[in-house]
């Protein structure tokens, strides 16, 4: 092992030959001025106001004209950044060289290594003053087992800093794009599945709605938790008989696998009409890449109007459906009853009448699919809705992000799962999130999703609620018409956040 500088260098006066560069590649003068003055520090704060184009703006500049920007504000907690800095002041400075000997490596095949200079430290004309550690963060349960073990805390600071900063860097990544326009996502690696094996979401809980008024305040507090946490929670005791949901689902099922003749009639690329069957997307003609699925789209409120222009097609669609979606109105009220305690929404009628008056009706079909690893079901979004009730029956697909990685609902046949939309984070000022989240296939069982999305009547004003605004939380935005809101959804791509921008 070679002596690291470390080890050695507080005892010296002079510097070693083998330190000293040729005339030519020293840094001379170091009395440069600092590049402070020119390098851009960005805000990116910014990014949740109304300057958010100037700060993208910023930074795309900055990358034209040096290649290196500042940021702050960025989301890392300064007392995590000071944790990282001691810990790697004790790593270098105080720790015993026998430790440190055991991860020093000219392997360089080696995941962790420590080094003095450069990998090449044998062969080099001159050394650098610098002793080196690294090893790659992700996927992280996979490398952490080869971090230095040392400093005791080494691991566990060290793997919510890596964590942090994945979150920052995808940030600025999507700015970039962003400034670039580019697609949302474009710089993440995972547009792909990849691999299959997704572990389940372990934040997501199963809340049991049936014990009636003694279980309360545990059912507020449990949908709270998961609502803050990640956005999404299953119910089971929900009150939608089993029998509705194994008729609808096997209604769904036949509707799906019908000849093409008898669903041709629906099938249009026409946004304004009422009931569309599409593959893919809605945009899929404009869109170079395709999804795994059919889609049933229709709205279902006032029923009596609506009705009128859905498929004929089973039979029994329209009884079976309207009563369904009948159901899950009741169901959408009670738990907007619910979150309306949970958010401390004094007046507990808030969310009723045309606040949550519109339910649309999403039924994704997604067939066996030859190579789950290279196609999904949907793309990562978030849902623009004030919540989404969604049946998976018994096959799971449904993903969320969480930390950067993605992770399994798991699918409860007898489970509604619910998700938190962009309207109702608006409405909580921000104190709830609404999760980004995808659909992956599979390669033997047909997925069937029965998704409601519940939204308020258009021309409704959606807005913080008063009861959540305070000096130290400030409105997110102004108040707006859920219209509004929804045209710059779509416009914007499917982006929550930049929708919001100009209501700022
Ligand atoms: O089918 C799923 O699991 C996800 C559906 C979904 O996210 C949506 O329709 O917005
Ligand atoms: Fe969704």
Known sequence: MEKLVSSWCSNIKALPESYIFPPETRPGNLTVPTYNSNIPVIDLSKAEGQNRTEMVEQILKASEEFGFFQVVNHGIPEN???????????????????EKAMLYSEDPKKSCRLLTSTPNYNWEKNHLW???????????????????????????????????????????????????????????????????????CNSVPVIDLGNGDDDRPEIVEQMLKACQEIGVFQVVNHGVSEEIINETRSMYKEFFEMPEEDKASLITEDHEKQCKLVTGSTRHNGNKLNLWRDNLKHPCHPLEDCMKSWPEKPTRYREVVAAYSTEIKKLGSRILELLCQGLGIENSSYFEG?????????????????????????????????????????????????????????????????????????ISNNKVKSCEHRAVTNSNDTRITIVCFLYPASDSIIEPAASLVNESNPPLCRAFQSKEFMRNFYSMGGNGELALQPFK
């Open 130 to 200: 610098r002793d080196n550690l690294r090893h790659p963060c992700h996927p992280l349960e996979e490398c952490i087992k080869d971090w230095p073990e040392k400093p005791i805390k080494y691991r566990e600071v060290m793997a919510i800093f890596s964590v942090e900063a994945k979150k920052l860097g995808s940030r600025i990544l999507e700015f970039i794009a962003e400034g670039l326009g580019l697609e949302s996502g474009y710089f993440r690696a995972d547009r792909r599945p990849g691999k299959l094996d997704f572990p389940s």
């Open 354 to 426: 045309k606040l949550s008056e519109d339910l649309q009706m999403s039924v994704n079909y997604y067939p066996p699919c030859p190579d789950p690893s290279l196609t999904l079901g949907i793309p990562p979004h978030h849902d623009p809705t004030l919540i989404t009730i969604l049946h998976q029956g018994d096959v799971s697909g449904l993903q969320l992000l969480k930390d950067g990685e993605w992770f399994n609902v798991e699918a409860h046949p007898n489970a509604f799962v619910v998700n938190i939309g962009y309207q109702l984070q608006v």
């Open 80 to 98: 995590l950044m000071n944790q990282a800095m001691d810990i790697f002041k004790e790593f270098f400075e105080i720790l015993p060289a026998e």
